[in-house]
């Protein structure tokens, strides 16, 4: 919750005017509970999601990830209905299997690294090109996982994007 990745991916959505919340996964920072090998990370996106749906019932709710998060959170965001579209950076294609995605026809954006040690450029790029549209893309070159010196970039793609499909009825 507390990294440079996260932070400029929901000051995005705050600037589209999108329901915004950031949290730690069970036994990150002050939370409580233990790690759960993903498994029961995925009840706690679950819980943010219903959260989020009852504070704001008639708005379209889009799920951000980063990293862990994006393989815990997609997966979630991808079967739940009330997710209109999914956005994940830093995709950890290398160390986490993101197949799930292969079915999804909500839109994606997809925002990687072109140095990014955990999602390789070629790996994702495969990746990328086997799953349905509607998706996009955005590379940051010459950038790490963290997208060091590079954030605005990342918050510019998010922004954008959020805003065509949140335009969309």
Same mark, same amino acid.
């Given at each position: 919750?507390?990294?440079?990745?996260v932070f400029r991916a929901a000051k995005a959505a705050l600037e =589209?005017?999108?329901?915004?919340?950031?949290?730690?996964?069970?036994?990150?920072?002050?939370?409580?509970?233990?790690? +759960?090998?993903? %498994?029961?990370? /995925?009840?706690?996106?679950?819980?943010?999601?219903?959260?989020?749906?009852?504070? !704001?019932?008639?708005?379209?709710?889009?799920?951000?990830g980063f990293s862990f998060g994006a393989w815990v959170g997609l997966?979630?965001?991808?079967?739940?209905?009330?997710?209109?579209?999914?956005?994940?950076? #830093?995709?950890? %294609? +290398?160390?986490?299997?993101?197949? !799930?995605? /292969? #079915?999804?026809s909500k839109p994606k954006l997809f925002v990687q690294s072109t140095?990014?040690?955990? #999602?390789?450029?070629?790996?994702? *790029?495969?990746?990328?090109?086997?799953?349905?549209?509607?998706? *996009?893309?955005?590379?940051?070159?010459?950038?790490?996982? !963290? !997208? +060091? #010196?590079?954030?605005?970039? =990342?918050?510019?793609? =998010?922004?954008?994007?959020?805003?065509?499909?949140?335009?969309?009825?």
């Open positions: 919750m507390h990294n440079k990745v =589209v005017g999108a329901p915004t919340l950031r949290f730690n996964f069970r036994g990150v920072g002050k939370s409580l509970g233990t790690f +759960a090998d993903g %498994i029961g990370e /995925h009840d706690d996106v679950r819980a943010a999601l219903d959260y989020l749906a009852s504070r !704001f019932p008639e708005r379209r709710l889009c799920l951000l997966a979630v965001g991808a079967g739940d209905p009330r997710v209109a579209a999914l956005v994940g950076l #830093g995709i950890p %294609i +290398a160390t986490s299997n993101m197949g !799930f995605l /292969h #079915g999804v140095l990014d040690e955990f #999602g390789p450029a070629d790996l994702m *790029q495969s990746f990328y090109e086997s799953l349905p549209d509607p998706k *996009q893309i955005y590379w940051v070159r010459g950038a790490d996982h !963290f !997208f +060091a #010196g590079k954030l605005e970039d =990342v918050q510019i793609a =998010v922004r954008e994007f959020l805003q065509r499909v949140l335009r969309q009825a």
